[in-house]
């Protein structure tokens, strides 16, 4: 699976920009992210993936049951055999790269 090519996500109210969950060889690549509520990009449980050359601006905003808002750029969790390159994050509340690392043993995420 391919997304990119100057694809472009914008305005998502109560959303993530781009998610994918549990894709084997997914690269997300040339696409501008922004005005999400949650993560610019997210993936969760997804193998052999590419997030590059990306631009995620204007994230987060979410408001949790606390009443505390946040947000993160690119979100990764539990994913294996990924490399996240070259991306442009900025104008967002939270966190720019969330690496959440709770895959199995031999997983690892290499960000450049």
Request: glycine share 18%; with cysteine.
């Given at each position: ?33 922004e005005r ?77």
């Open positions: 699976m391919r997304i990119g090519d100057a694809w472009s996500v914008s305005d998502l109210g109560d959303s993530d920009g781009i998610s994918l969950r549990q894709v084997s060889g997914a690269t997300i690549e040339g696409c501008i992210v999400t509520a949650r993560a610019g990009i997210r993936l969760d449980g997804c193998d052999n993936g590419v997030v590059r050359s990306n631009i995620v601006r204007t994230f987060g905003g979410y408001r949790g049951d606390d009443g505390l808002s946040f947000g993160a750029g690119i979100q990764l969790s539990s994913n294996r055999n990924l490399v996240c390159s070259g991306n442009v994050i900025s104008e967002g509340l939270g966190v720019g790269i969330l690496s959440l690392l709770t895959a199995p043993e031999g997983s690892p995420i290499r960000l450049a």
